[in-house]
């Protein structure tokens, strides 16, 4: 029995030690207090008997077994009555709590598990928080920053997950779509678009996670079965270990765009034609000696198609000795700024020897940037003797 006795002794004692090493090793900050009450039974302070050596790294406070803690953090109970209200409450009923409170006088976060094991003494078992906290503020002003954004910024703003769910918008999305914020929000972004631009879309998206960026020319498909022309960017939203998480882009309305390009197509048409139905051979070229533009006659002359001319130069189009001469020719016009008459020969498809006079003009933007040089060539008739 003696025995028995001494091994539960030693058991009890063994435990001790280890509740004594885990205590003075947790992390987190600990502190048994007994609470004092006024003469109507509400808390009003509380005594420090025993604290762990985290509770001073985690508040900055020593020295305060002992003390109440109104000694210690001067202004506590006015300015944190709920914290004396929790602990009073723990410490009354033995039902433990969790709090997250803001301490004003320590400028810190805490969050903290209170029980108790005995009728007015209570045990608290905290975190200091203040850096997440610190954090989380900086992130809701940068959320309240970017919807501020998202607000004003005239253009469709999306954000999608890697799922290519749409999981945030702008306002403007909602008036182009036609779609409501709610609808907008149980919806894939390939429902707004058509079949035919889906894969394009895709690829886009891909794209975007791979290399960074990505643009994509797509109709927007609207409630009313309408669709306008966008563009379309997207680029890949992380998280803090750099994984991806989502897309978010920029749509712009491509109406305008659309309709100036169409009628800028039927310009370039219509001066074709002009062109084409001219007998004398006319071009452009850049200020490389690219050409930009031909009709029908130059090409006629040259023995080739628009698209073997387009972007050349004169080494690609004629044999080296006449290229050479007419690129000299370019260089003198747009060195002097001035336009040029002069004759030259060229040989047609048939080996023939054709002789030209030549036109030269230089070409300057609206700033009076010299950007190229326009010609016009028209054959020589043959002088016949009789």
């Known amino acids: 029995m003696e025995h028995t006795h001494k091994a539960q002794a030693h058991l009890k004692e063994h435990e001790a030690g280890h509740y004594r090493m885990l205590f003075n090793n947790m992390l987190s900050g600990s502190a048994h207090c007994e609470m004092i009450y006024d003469g109507v039974g509400n808390p009003i302070d509380f005594t420090y008997l025993e604290v762990n050596p985290a509770f001073e790294k985690l508040t900055g406070l020593n020295d305060v077994v002992g003390k109440r803690v109104t000694e210690v953090i001067p202004g506590v109970r006015e300015a944190n009555p709920e914290l004396f209200e929790t602990y009073g409450r723990v410490a009354s009923t033995g039902t433990p709590e969790k709090i997250e409170i803001y301490l004003g006088p320590l400028k810190m976060w805490f969050t903290a598990s209170i029980y108790s094991l005995e009728k007015g003494f209570f045990t608290a078992v905290f975190d200091n928080i203040t850096e997440q906290k610190v954090r989380e503020v900086k992130l809701r002003e ?168 387009l972007g050349k130069t004169d080494r690609d189009i004629f ?57 016009i060539a028209r054959e020589i008739p043959k002088i016949v003797c009789p």
């Open 142 to 309: 940068a959320m309240n920053e970017i919807q501020n954004l998202m607000r004003h910024i005239p253009e469709v703003l999306y954000v999608l997950d890697t799922k290519n769910n749409i999981i945030k918008w702008n306002r403007k999305a909602e008036l182009a779509s036609g779609y409501s914020a709610e609808e907008l929000s149980h919806k894939l972004i390939f429902e707004l678009l058509p079949e035919r631009d889906r894969p394009s879309v895709v690829s886009a998206v891909n794209d975007a996670y791979l290399k960074g960026y990505a643009e994509v020319r797509a109709h927007l498909v609207k409630k009313d079965g309408t669709t306008i022309p966008y563009r379309w960017s997207a680029a890949p939203l992380n998280d803090e270990k750099g994984n991806d998480i989502g897309v978010i882009g920029i749509g712009w309305d491509l109406r305008e765009q659309v309709i100036f390009e169409e009628k800028a197509r039927a310009y370039e048409v219509q001066q074709r034609v002009c062109l084409d139905n001219i007998p004398d051979a006319v071009w452009m070229k850049n200020a490389a000696g690219e050409y930009l533009a031909a009709n029908a006659a130059f090409l006629a002359n040259a023995g080739k198609q628009r698209d073997e001319v």
């Open 319 to 375: 044999p080296k000795e006449y290229a050479d001469k007419y690129m000299a020719d370019d260089k003198d016009v747009m060195a002097g700024r001035l336009q040029k008459r002069m004759e030259e020969t060229t040989q047609d498809p048939n080996g023939n020897v054709l002789h030209l006079e030549t036109i030269k003009t230089p070409v300057y933007d609206e700033t009076g940037k010299l950007i190229g040089i326009t010609g």
